[in-house]
């Protein structure tokens, strides 16, 4: 089983910035990719932004060129750096983690953290 925690999320303002960590422990065998979604208000949970164990980096159309995701998958940790914010980024953001376990394939979640802009 693996755990993640995430921290870094709270109230922002106007074009400003925030960065969310997102720590996991626990084992498995082998990672695949670790991300971030976000569930907005009344919306279905989407992709921010996610990075593959060979270092293939994704966004979403919304984020690009404001979020920048890093991680070290063989620490099981991920970050987001959130910048220039706007209302519609008020979301709770979770960690996610895609690995394999024999014998299948397996999906962890964090429990999210809030960020919320603020004008």
């Known amino acids: 089983q693996v755990q993640l925690v995430e921290s870094g999320g709270g109230l922002v303002q106007s074009g400003g910035s925030l960065r969310l960590s997102c720590a996991g422990s626990?084992?498995?065998?082998?990672?695949?990719?670790m991300g971030w979604y976000r569930q907005g208000a009344e919306k279905q949970r989407e992709l921010v932004a996610s990075?593959?164990?060979?270092?293939?980096?994704e966004y979403a159309d919304s984020v690009k060129g404001r979020f920048n995701i890093s991680g070290d998958l063989r620490k099981k940790s991920v970050d987001l750096q959130l910048n220039a914010l706007k209302p519609e980024d008020t979301a709770v953001y979770s960690c996610?983690?895609?690995?394999?376990?024999?014998?299948?394939?397996?999906?962890?979640w964090g429990q999210g953290t809030q960020v919320t802009f603020s004008s």
């Open positions: 996610h983690l895609a690995g394999y376990d024999w014998p299948r394939a397996r999906n962890f």
């Open positions: 626990g084992c498995i065998a082998s990672i695949n990719e």
């Open positions: 990075v593959t164990r060979g270092g293939s980096e």
